[in-house]
């Protein structure tokens, strides 16, 4: 199965619980039309060091990711769009955008919290919180700060995926993935993208110490 395919199904199995059912719709039209780099990235960055890995379970943790990240760019279109301006309906469909960004953030800490990853996810939110609050001061670039949320959602994917086969990321692995979000123009690029030569990459940059369990003998 195609990794774009895999993550996006799992992603919206790990929802199927929600309602009420308006609600439930929002998030999966959200994911429906959802760029799966994340999660497509913590599947990568597994499958580079162990072919044999338990995708299942690690396409599960992609989700996790996938939905922090879900949940705080929702967040982020609607604190700079500003919907209950407006009032009426606008303002309706607003309150419940937000009810859904809550539920993709709370759902994505979830399947993370019993992870190596679980502070890291914890701090994704911290720091997309002060971006936040940056951005509106003057003489700041807002575009440059907007990007550091997939900059930092890119490096806990390639933590995520990591760490689910024992291997710690090194720094240089973590800029690595941060620097793949700030390629481009797109918010992310796209998980076509995420080739070979990424895996390749990412067992470079992983250190010395972190041998692929699919070459041991």
Known sequence: MDNAVRARRVARDTLA????????????????????????????????????????SVARRGAGVQLIYEG??????????????DGGGAATQADLAILAADV????????????ETAERA?????????????????D????????????????LAVAAGTTAVG??????????????????????????ALTDATADRILTLAGSDAASPAADP
């Open 17 to 56: 619980d929600i309602e009420p059912e308006r609600l439930g719709e929002m998030l999966r039209d959200r994911l429906n039309d959802a760029s799966m780099t994340p999660s497509v990235l913590t599947l990568v960055s597994a499958d580079a060091f162990d072919t044999a890995v338990d995708v299942d």
């Open 72 to 85: 705080l760019r929702l967040t982020r279109s609607l604190a700079h769009d500003e919907p209950w301006a």
């Open 104 to 115: 993709f953030v709370s759902r994505g800490f979830y399947i993370l919290a019993r992870t």
């Open 122 to 138: 914890v701090e994704v939110v911290r720091s997309f919180g002060r971006d936040q609050t940056r951005r509106r001061e003057p």
């Open 140 to 155: 700041t670039d807002p575009s440059a700060i907007d990007r550091n949320l997939e900059a930092e959602v890119l490096a």
């Open 167 to 192: 291997v710690d990321p090194s720094d240089d692995l973590l800029s690595y993935a941060a620097e793949l979000a700030r390629e481009g123009d797109a918010d992310l690029p796209p998980p076509t």
